[in-house]
């Protein structure tokens, strides 16, 4: 009986041990012994029943047994990643933000690979974008800093604009809003006319502004007409008497044309024709 009782007491201390080391058979990242991660795809939990390890095993634990995850690789070097990143952009692709590329899951700047968005480039590194610099003329200007050439303007986001606020204006130009207006001595802003005809208000290539003549745009005072770029009076034709047809001609404002009648030219050739036939034939009546 005492034997018995020995035997049933060594069963439960076996089974109470036993239930000890499978109940402490876990991963560190709480994988039950001989199965595979959930945390870790690729990964199975096994070795010791006290102290199991995670180690990648793709034959008992492939990638695509975690949702989400795919191998990447073949062999001994094959790997789990994210099937795709937050945005929806597949493992190894780049996105449609530009430079990022999905690694692992996580999206990762690649401007090499993935290029940059419009009015930018790759930087030094080949990862990340920066703004194209500016160009004022033959002047290149960097982002975020104030043209030396053209009075008021800043490089901002790859585009010149108007900052006068942060690039002051220089002599010869004052401020309005965020722009440098040039004037003219005259005080005509640049590339408008001024009130002197036919002249308008241009900025020279020191920046300095100089009224020029514009006729086909600023006009012609009163009594002139335009003659290219510049404005000239009409001219006068003074003359009189009367042309053989009986027409006469008196003072007339006229460009470059005769004050003959064009009556009188195509007809006085056929009158004095006639003139000379009619002689002709009297003489022969004679």
Not at 136 to 162: A, H
Request: aromatic share 4%.
């Amino acid at each position: 009986m005492r034997f018995s009782v020995l035997i049933l007491a060594a069963v439960m201390i076996f089974s109470a041990g036993l239930g000890f080391a499978i109940d402490a058979a876990n991963c560190l990242d709480g994988t039950p012994y001989n199965g595979c991660s959930t945390k870790t795809p690729g990964y199975w939990c096994h070795g010791s029943l006290t102290s199991p390890t995670l180690d990648v095993l793709l034959t008992v634990c492939p990638c695509t047994k975690t949702p989400g995850w795919a191998q990447q690789g073949e062999g001994d070097n094959a790997i789990c990643v994210q099937a795709k990143c937050s945005d929806g952009t597949s493992n190894g692709q780049c996105s449609i933000t530009k430079p990022k590329m999905c690694v692992n899951g996580a999206l990762a700047d690649n401007a090499t690979a993935c290029g940059c968005p419009s009015g930018k480039k790759a930087s030094a590194n080949g990862l990340t974008c920066e703004f194209i610099p500016c160009t004022d003329g033959t002047v290149s200007v960097p982002e975020g800093l104030c043209s030396p050439k053209t009075s008021g303007k800043k490089c901002v986001n790859g585009q010149l604009v108007d900052k006068a606020s942060d690039c002051p204006c220089k002599s010869g130009t004052t401020k309005q809003g965020e722009a440098c207006v040039v004037l003219c001595e005259d005080s005509t802003k640049s590339g408008e006319c001024s009130t002197a005809k036919p002249k308008e208000c241009v900025m020279s290539e020191t920046g300095i502004g100089v009224l020029i003549d514009n006729a086909a745009k600023c006009g012609c005072p009163s009594g002139q007409v335009a003659d290219g770029k510049r404005c000239t009076t009409t001219i006068s034709v003074l003359g009189g008497g009367a042309d053989l047809l009986g027409g006469t001609s008196g003072n007339s404002s006229q460009s470059g044309s005769s004050s003959a009648s064009p009556l009188a030219c195509c007809c006085l050739p056929a009158a004095l024709i006639m003139l000379v036939a009619g002689f002709a034939t009297f003489g022969k009546n004679e």
